[in-house]
């Protein structure tokens, strides 16, 4: 069978993944990071989307991120998923997204039946508008339960893919575009399905905002600087975070500060003391404030 490099099916074994030097991606990152290559099997270069199929039990013991996309779709499912310190009950009829960049793990039950698509950051850039909503909604919101029609379209769309990959000549364009389908159906799904969906999307501001905090949160804690960005006023900037969100703009910078001080202490070899400078704190003592007020204890007691 001939496959286009720009796709390939696998079958992953999971269990017990451990960490190693060899991370595929950027090597200046504080986290073991894994690339599209390590998982597949010839290690093709310009691999842009990978299909596997999950089945039976597995486990990602040590949290780490990816530099691509994953798409996970549970037919069947019993275990737990951990993104970001947050941890989700794998069911029945289910959505999971990891976003590149997001820490996670897994423990999976032998019950597990399910589908992943693994799309690499250069296609998941093209992908990302299909999703229609901002990023940082779907963060919040990684698992999506459907219903059991909404299932259905997912699972024709998926078992298509993997029809194509199976074909003698593999259009890549055709995986690209039902790939981008299934974004818009994700959006659909997501819909109407959480209470604060309106209040995400009724202002434009916000999810421009979000954006922002993400690029420049390691710099930049000033409401007013971000105001600027968005040619608001930092007033108005607050006003409609604390409208729509029921959060102030100053404790949503923090709050993503607080989030990337979890990971590093979490899951990277560095030293508190790098930890607080990479996050640009000048000493010790206003690091510990800060993450003791947010969480109740130290950086050295959470790590």
């Known amino acids: 069978m001939k496959i286009s ?8 074994n999971f269990t ?3 960490r190693k030097s060899e991370y595929v991606g950027h090597h200046t990152d504080h986290f073991p990071i894994l690339g599209i290559q390590e998982f597949s099997e010839n290690q093709l270069q310009g691999c842009h989307l990978l299909f ?4 039976g039990e597995r486990s990602i013991d040590e949290p ?15 275990g737990t998923h951990t993104i970001d310190f947050t941890e989700y009950e794998v069911e029945n009829c289910q959505i999971h997204l990891v976003f590149p960049d997001q820490v996670h793990q897994w423990v999976i039950e ?3 039946v399910g589908y992943q698509l693994m799309i690499s950051r250069d296609w998941f850039e093209s992908f990302l508008p299909s999703l229609r909503f901002s990023a940082s909604y779907y963060q919040n919101h990684p698992v999506i339960n459907l219903s059991k029609e909404a299932f259905q379209t997912f699972l024709y769309e998926f078992q298509a893919i993997r029809k194509e990959v199976h074909e003698k000549n593999v259009f890549w364009e055709v995986i690209q ?3 981008e389908l299934i974004g818009l159906l994700v959006s659909k799904s997501v819909k109407g399905t959480f209470k604060d969906f309106e209040m995400y999307h009724s202002n434009p501001i916000i999810s421009k905002f979000l954006h922002l905090i993400d690029e420049h949160f390691r710099t930049e804690r000033s409401v007013s600087f971000y105001a600027e960005k968005l040619n608001i006023s930092a007033n108005y900037l607050n006003i409609v975070c604390k409208k729509n969100l029921n959060a102030s703009a100053s404790s949503l910078i ?4 607080l989030l990337e001080a979890k990971r590093l202490l979490k899951v990277s070899e560095m030293s508190v003391k790098d930890i607080l400078y990479d996050l640009g704190f000048y000493d010790h003592a206003s690091f510990s404030k800060f993450f003791k007020a947010q969480t109740g204890m130290t950086p050295s007691q959470f790590k």
């Open 254 to 257: 923090q709050d993503r500060i």
């Open 64 to 78: 780490h991120k990816h530099d691509f996309f994953i798409i996970n779709l549970f037919e069947h499912g019993k």
């Open 16 to 18: 017990n993944f451990k």
């Open 177 to 179: 575009k039902r790939s």
């Open 52 to 55: 596997n199929e999950l089945h």
């Open 5 to 12: 490099p720009s796709i390939q099916i696998s079958r992953i």
């Open 110 to 112: 032998k019950e597990t």
